[in-house]
């Protein structure tokens, strides 16, 4: 059984692709449609990654980060943030995650930091 990733972003193209390329690299992608979403799934269900886009309706990346800081700080390090701004426009506030992906990202890319963040 594959590791299990949560994938919140709200472009349902973007979430259905990250899903599907996750699923064929053996991950179990579980999507999240938004970060509050999110938030209901991370506190749920235990899972080994997350895939998060930082822009999103009702509650944004740095929402969802916050939450996992106050009540799973563990996952914060295994957190990779997909992103179309660069990392220095807040790199103090993503300092702590596993990776950061600009978008538009490569498939491959994406995988090997999935990957990354799995075993971090």
């Known amino acids: 059984m594959g590791n299990r990733v949560l994938v919140a972003d709200d ?9 599907r390329i996750l699923a064929r690299a ?12 999110a938030i ?7 899972f080994d990654a997350v895939v998060l886009d930082l ?3 009702r509650v944004d990346g740095f929402g969802v980060l916050q939450h996992l ?8 390090a295994k957190t990779l ?5 660069p990392r ?3 790199r103090e506030r993503l300092d702590q995650v596993c990776r950061v992906v600009a978008k538009p990202f490569e498939l491959p890319q994406l ?3 999935v990957t990354d963040c799995t075993m971090a």
């Open 11 to 19: 472009e349902a193209s973007i979430r259905d692709l990250v899903c």
């Open 26 to 37: 053996g991950f179990i992608a579980e999507p999240a449609t938004d970060g509050q979403d």
């Open 40 to 46: 209901e799934k991370l506190d749920a269900s235990d």
């Open 55 to 57: 822009m999103m309706p």
């Open 69 to 76: 800081q106050e009540h799973h700080p563990n996952m914060v």
């Open 81 to 85: 943030v997909m992103t179309a701004f």
């Open 88 to 90: 220095t426009a807040a």
């Open 111 to 113: 995988v090997s930091a």
